[in-house]
């Protein structure tokens, strides 16, 4: 079992940044991939971007490129999404997720965290 708790959202305004977290506890070192998706109100929940736990490779959904940053903190378990030039189609629920079997998130997520808001203000 691996456990994901969240933590760093809020509200944010027009070009504003924010940086959340997700903490892993747990079985992380069989970990092969943990990423970020997101899901707004009256959507499906979407891939943002993942990181391979071993060498860091990262990707990104095109919608974020340029102005997300996905990184890891191996010796503390954890994973960050530093975003920046944030508009309101940015706003959804934040979801950490981890991938015990894939080094691509995109394709298998064993574990989810329970989620953090990001709201933008106007």
């Known amino acids: 079992q691996v456990q994901l708790v969240e933590s760093g959202g809020g509200l944010v305004q027009a070009g504003g940044s924010l940086r959340l977290s997700c903490a892993a506890s747990?079985?992380?070192?069989?970990?092969?991939?943990m990423g970020w998706f997101r899901q707004a109100p009256g959507k499906e929940r979407e891939f943002v971007a993942g990181i391979r736990w071993i060498g860091g490779n990262t990707y990104y959904a095109d919608s974020v490129k340029g102005r997300f940053t996905i990184s890891k903190d191996n010796a503390k378990n954890t994973v960050y999404l530093q975003m920046g030039s944030l508009k309101p189609e940015d706003t959804a629920v934040y979801y950490c997720a981890a991938s015990l079997s894939n080094t691509d998130i995109r394709y298998d997520v064993d574990y989810w965290g329970q989620g953090t808001q990001v709201t933008f203000s106007s």
């Open positions: 747990g079985r992380t070192s069989s970990t092969s991939a």
